[in-house]
């Protein structure tokens, strides 16, 4: 009987240490001797969303994305004017014409404007979708740049 209540004892020790352990920031603020103390402010609102996993809310079709390491099309790479982001906006026009289903990124990044498609998670794909662009004779100077890609889920 002592040895069943000992088991007991002990399991409940055990799950308590691990519920406390799953929480980074109740972890983080924990007072260990000989070593320093951290103290986090914020709202319990967010403490409360820590370890929970994103869902999109009820009703909406918003797929969720994640983004990971992979590679894009460069199709246009202009100058810092406004002709500049004109073209890359037509660019990204003409992309979508030929190619409706292609994801199309047109930004500014100095001191430049650029237009790149697609989200590869290997160089062989950006490849092959980067000879299909060329090949409409429109898009010739194209080339494959290695960025922060969006994967939906």
């Known amino acids: 009987m002592k040895k069943a209540g000992l088991l007991l004892i ?36 967010i403490a409360a969303l ?14 969720r994305t994640i ?7 460069q199709v246009y790479a202009g100058n810092n004017t406004r002709q500049a982001k004109n073209e890359a906006y037509a660019v990204a026009a003409r992309i979508k014409e030929y190619f409706p289903d292609l994801t ?3 930004s500014f990044n100095p001191p430049r404007w650029l237009c790149r498609a697609g989200d590869y998670r290997s160089i062989e794909e950006a490849d092959a979708m980067m000879r299909r662009l060329r090949a409409t004779g429109v898009f010739k100077e194209v080339s494959i740049v290695k960025e922060q890609i ?4």
């Open 10 to 45: 002990v399991c409940f020790v055990f799950a308590t240490f691990s519920i406390a352990q799953n929480n980074i920031v109740k972890s983080l603020e924990r007072n260990v001797p000989g070593q320093g103390k951290v103290t986090i402010h914020q709202d319990a609102r």
């Open 50 to 63: 820590i370890g929970m996993e994103a869902v999109p809310a009820v009703g909406t079709d918003e797929p």
């Open 67 to 73: 983004k990971s390491s992979g590679y894009r099309i």
């Open 104 to 106: 199309v990124y047109t």
């Open 150 to 153: 969006n994967i939906s889920l």
